[in-house]
């Protein structure tokens, strides 16, 4: 079993539509979390970044953890065609902090006009 | 791209070459990584360094050596090329606990 497991999807949705992408995971060691987002031929750009359970918002994206369940979402409202891309999702944890991430495979989203 | 630059960006070489890709950053960040990219295997780490001369193995770390002799630069090397190290090759850097932020790659094609 991979420590990280991401849908590869891919996910097809109308523009306008509500997003939600998730992981789950297995080392309960992991404190931090992070969703990238990645364009063709691009490198992964951070997007949301959280080292808590609960909910973080940043303008159409919330990102949700939920460790008890070992557990994370990041939520896209009012899809865009530019919101088209992989989203990878990333976690770390102690000793090592941020700094040895587990990605997941990542999730190739296309947002149709 | 987070003062991030990879070079060369592309590159084809034949099985049994070396094979050095360069990473360098204007950030002044301690920390520089090596990852590959797979379909399937999503983001891989290969060598990292948390400081200039110290560096530690990731993932899958066979077949690679890495270096840095400055802040700025991180260098990756396949001392002997195979064709299962063709891959789309990321550097990314980070400071503290702050999140990785990645270049845009090299594309290695190994024929």
């Known amino acids: 079993q991979k420590e990280v497991e991401q849908d590869p999807g891919p996910l097809s949705v109308p523009e306008g539509a509500i997003v939600s992408l998730n992981c789950t995971y297995s080392n309960s060691a992991f404190q931090y979390f992070m969703w990238y987002r990645q364009y063709s031929r691009k490198g992964p750009e951070l997007l949301m970044y959280t080292y808590s359970s609960g909910n973080k918002e940043d303008g159409r994206f919330t990102a949700q953890v939920d460790k008890s369940s070992k557990y994370i979402s990041l939520f896209i409202r009012d899809s865009q065609p530019s919101d088209s891309a992989t989203y990878l999702c990333?976690?770390?944890?102690?000793?090592?902090?941020?700094?040895?991430?587990?990605f997941g495979q990542g999730t190739r989203l296309t947002i149709n006009p | 791209d987070a003062g991030i630059t990879q070079s060369p960006r592309h590159k084809v070489t034949e099985t049994g070459t070396p094979v050095t890709l360069r990473c360098h950053q204007t950030?002044?960040?301690?920390?520089m990584y090596w990852y590959r990219q797979d379909p399937g295997h999503g983001l891989r780490l290969i060598h990292y360094?948390?400081?200039?001369?110290?560096?530690d193995k990731g993932e899958v770390s066979d077949g690679y050596s890495v270096s840095r002799s400055k802040t700025e630069d991180f260098l990756l090397t396949l001392e002997s090329a195979t064709s299962s190290q063709t891959s789309v090759y990321f550097c990314?850097?980070?400071?503290?606990?702050?999140?990785?932020?990645f270049g845009d790659g090299t594309r290695l094609s190994i024929l």
């Open positions: 990314a850097i980070s400071e503290g606990v702050q999140p990785q932020h």
């Open positions: 990333a976690m770390g944890g102690l000793p090592q902090g941020a700094q040895k991430l587990v």
């Open positions: 950030e002044n960040h301690r920390y």
């Open positions: 360094s948390y400081g200039v001369k110290d560096t």
